[in-house]
């Protein structure tokens, strides 16, 4: 049942873009899209070796800046969705990463939602994986910020934790 209250968020999330999932990303035309479009330009740039992961004088020419100090967060989903950028075109590749972080908190939730409750874990999913935050950051193109997955498993590891080492290594797994 969790695998299908994924499929019925991705396909909610996906639908505005269906007929040309391939030639535009998903979310309005807003700066913080560009900015993430630019991170995973980036990033691509950083894995090539023509620039820095500290440092880059593309922002603030010449002297440049601390790259993590201006906006590092968005790093990780650049990160994280480089293979699949690398085999789709960059507009079906953005809105692949969405199904799969939309999938993933989904299945966080889900997880969290039957550790918590001893209930089915798909209504808690659905919550996670369709809440207005999720929505609203993946329509203003801020994938990282609308990825919650991580912190529904740490909060499902606190939650089932039963020695205090546990609790510890959990902690240390979300740092």
Known sequence: MDWLAALVAVSVVVWPALGQFG???????YVDGFGTQWWYWYFDEMVAGRQGLLHTDLLFYPSGKEIFAHTGGN????ALSWPIRRIFPAAAAYNLWIVALTAS???AGSYLGRTTTGLPGWPS??????NPYVLREIEEGRP????????????AGVWSARRPAALVGTGLAVA
């Open 125 to 130: 999913g659905l919550l996670l994986g369709l």
């Open 23 to 29: 030639e535009s990303v998903l979310g309005t035309r």
């Open 105 to 107: 908190n989904v299945l």
């Open 75 to 78: 790093l990780l989903d650049a």
């Open 144 to 155: 990282t910020q609308a990825w919650l997955a991580l912190p529904a498993l740490a909060l």
